[in-house]
Structures are given as C-alpha cells and as structure tokens.
C-alpha cells in the first residue's frame, strides 16, 4: 500500500523527498531582498519599527492588549532581572466585531472599556494587533483590511493606536500605545528569554491556523526606506504564508479552487492548521477515483464535506478519539492503512517547508557564527506544537540540522508560551 501511495502522490505532484530546499532557500532570498527593496516580491517585507536591539526595562509593569481572531485579552505583565515574564490580571472577552457589526465608534468604545480594570497600571500598553496593517514609525498601524470575518468595515483604513487613545483619553487617561503584528511579538517574547542568555539575534515563527515569520534585519538593507538610522536593526515582518515560490501539487491547487481567496497566500495554505486536513480530504477523494478504498469508504468520504485537521493528524499520529470519523465501521483494516499512507506525507511535506521557512529566515539575519551566540528561533501555533504524523517536529528539527547546522550557523528552538501577550510587553518595555 506504501508504495502505491508514494506512486500515485508523486504523479500528482506531491512529494516530500523530491522537495529542492536548496532552491526553496535561494527563492526566499531573492524575494526577501526584493521586498526588502520596494521590487515586486510576493513577500511583503513589512517594518515593525521595533527594534530587538534595544534594553528591555525589568520590574516594570505595562497594560497589554492582544487582538485575536477569536477573543480580546488584557493584561499586566512585567519582566523580571532573569527574564521571566509574570502576568496578572489576564483576562479575555470575544473580539468586538466577532459577533455582529459595529460602528468604529462602538468598536474602539469597546476597547476602551475592556482596559478600564487595568488602564491605571502603567502608562503605556503594549498592544498585539493581529490583523493586515502597515505600522507607521511611531509604532502605530494603519488596518489594512479585515480579517477572521470581524464585521467592523468603519475601521479600515483608521489608526488602530491612536482610535484607542482618543477613546480613552474621552475616559480621562492620557496613554501612549506600541501596536505590534503577533509573528512579531512572537519574536519579542524570545527576546524577553533573551534578557538571561545571550543571543546573537531573534526569529519568531507562528505555525498555527496560519503561518508566518519574523526576524531581525539591518536597517542598511530595508532600502525602501530612506528613514532608517543607519548601523540599527528592525524586526521586519515577512508575511510568508504569501510566498509563492513553492511548487503547489494537483491537490494543492483543488483544494486552493475551492476557498475565497483562490491564488493567494498559497505557502500558507501548503503547511497550516487551517488547511492540511483540507489538502487531506481533496487526496483522499481522488484515491477514492482512483479505486483506493473499499464501497463502503469511499461512498462515505465522498459524502464528507470537510475534514478537520485535528481528526486528521489524530488518527494518521495513531492518537484518534472514539468519534474520529476514520474509526467508523465503513472503514476496513486496508481502507485504514490506506489513509495512513496517503495522508501522511501531506504533513512530512508540511515539516519541510516549515523548516525551509525557519532556516531562510535565520540565514537572512547572517548572525549564528559564533556558537556561544547563537539565533533564536521563538516558535508559537498549536500547528507546530501539536501535529504528531510523521513525527512533525523531529522532522522539522531534522531538516534545520541538515540545513543550517551544514551551513555552521548556531541557533536555538524555544517556545514562550503566551507568546503574543509576552511580545507585546517586551514592545512596550523597550
């Protein structure tokens, strides 16, 4: 079954060994100078005007605010001297907008309102913003549209930052706000591990819902911008679930047909939660065609509209609940082996472009000679941390060790957990 797998995955297009990392990393390099230049790249290359290079402040409490896709969170948190972050008086609410249309002014109302607990804490706040905005170098964002189906349309095109400010100093606080994207907090929080160990430089990296990275570059070399001081650094912020330079399978571009934004952010749409158990669903159809499973399975896999990702990844890990639909009675021994086989290079190849997507980063940075000094690489997303087929991280990890370890670069995998909140805090502290 194995090898008949391998067969019909390799003519369409789906193969892990065959992947030319090599030419993977060089594509990244030419599109992360392209963007970095103003040229056309399919990497957006977005300054954070953040810099990791700066001193954290300890023993000093800031306000943060986490805009997710689902919920709004609040929180003081401080650094301690050795670096450990220390939240109190976390809480959350669902995200303004999630449940039904606002006015910008019952948006940003609500914002304020949610911080009121907390607003007297510190005078500044810290604040992750998780949505497509470009930031300005006073470290405001501009939203550039919405996202995660948040029906605020009044918002886009506003100060995120300063619509927050107005708002409360209609409340009587006078504030300043550090609006950061999450991948780059997810950096910041490797820098609050950092305060403690000495790190050549950051990287951060999200493999959840969605992906994308974050790193650290030489403000001599973001020259799109004329700004810039030169000798200093700035986290700039990829958007890599954008790059196109990754060769999409004929199950890649089914299953792309299929969602709203058929042709875009397709790298994303290869390795995240979102997607791979979609991309798992579309292979198992066309086995289904093909004559891979019995009558029974195949009748009901093409019934199925979805797959969830989780489902997938369970039973393919070995680890499936007692409703996991590929325990179901139509489903005999060899129709079992069959998906195992079929679906489970969906997620090797999901460890590859990961790590390929790591190690362009950390190359980038052109820090991590020194072993003493070595890069760090702040991972956060449940896709990461979770995915057990094909021994997802040791894959990734594997891959990072043939891939820059060859290339002598030094560097360290970390995860900080509340990394979103912790960034923020870093952000407001620096």
């Known amino acids: 079954m194995k090898t008949r ?20 990393l060089k594509n990244f390099a030419v599109q992360m100078a392209d963007g970095l230049a103003g040229r056309k790249s399919s990497l957006m290359m977005i300054p954070s005007f953040v810099s990791p290079d700066n001193p954290v402040k300890t023993g000093t409490p800031v306000v943060v605010l986490d805009a997710g896709g689902t919920n709004l969170r609040a929180a003081v948190v401080q650094i301690s001297a050795e670096g450990r972050p220390e939240i109190g008086s976390f809480f959350k609410r669902p995200m303004p907008g999630s449940q039904g249309p606002l006015s910008a002014d019952a948006f940003y109302d609500a914002f304020a309102e949610f911080l009121m607990p907390v607003v007297e804490s510190s005078d500044t706040i810290g604040f992750c913003f998780s949505y497509p905005a ?27 930052g300063a619509g927050l400010l107005e708002h409360l100093r209609k409340r009587g606080y006078e504030r300043r706000t550090v609006v950061l994207n999450d991948t780059v907090a997810t950096l910041l929080a490797g820098k609050s591990a950092g305060v403690a160990r000495d790190y050549s430089t950051y990287v951060g990296f999200i493999l959840g819902t969605g992906t994308n990275i974050a790193y650290t570059e030489r403000n001599e070399r973001i020259t799109k911008r004329s700004d810039l001081k030169p000798g200093g650094t700035m986290v700039i912020n990829c958007e890599t679930g954008a790059f196109n330079g990754a060769e999409q399978s004929f199950f890649d571009r089914q299953m792309d047909a299929d969602t709203n934004d058929c042709g875009h952010y397709t790298f994303e749409k290869m390795i995240s939660g979102a997607y791979l158990g979609r991309i798992g669903l579309t292979v198992l159809r066309q086995a289904v065609a093909e004559g891979f499973f019995s009558e029974p399975a195949a009748a009901l ?11 997938l990844d369970d039973f393919c890990g070995g680890a499936p609940a007692e409703d996991n639909p590929f ?24 460890a590859v472009l990961a790590a390929v997507n790591i190690a ?16 760090c690489v702040n991972i956060d997303g449940s896709t990461y941390h979770r995915t057990r087929t094909g021994q997802f991280r040791n894959r990734v990890q594997e891959e990072l060790v043939d891939m820059l370890g060859l290339r002598g670069i030094a560097y360290e995998l970390i995860r900080v957990d509340e990394s979103p909140v912790i960034g923020a805090a870093v952000a407001g502290l620096m």
């Not at 391998?6 to 892990?16: A, I, P, Q, S, Y």
């Not at 300005?136 to 100060?159: F, N, Y």
């Not at 362009?360 to 890069?375: F, K, L, N, W, Y």
């Open 5 to 24: 797998a391998e067969e019909f995955l390799k003519r369409h297009g789906l193969t892990v060994d065959g992947i030319d990392r090599e030419g993977l």
């Open 134 to 160: 470009e930031i300005t170098p006073d470290c405001d964002a501009r939203l550039l549209h919405w996202s995660k189906q948040i029906e605020v349309p009044a918002v886009v095109g506003t100060m995120i």
């Open 301 to 311: 896999i093409n019934s199925w509209r979805t797959v969830s990702n989780k489902d």
């Open 327 to 350: 325990l179901d009675p139509a489903f005999n021994e060899s129709d079992q082996a069959a998906v195992v086989a079929l679906c489970t290079p969906v997620y090797q190849r999901a």
């Open 360 to 375: 362009a980063a950390v190359i980038q940075t052109g820090e991590g000679h020194d072993p003493a000094r070595p890069v």
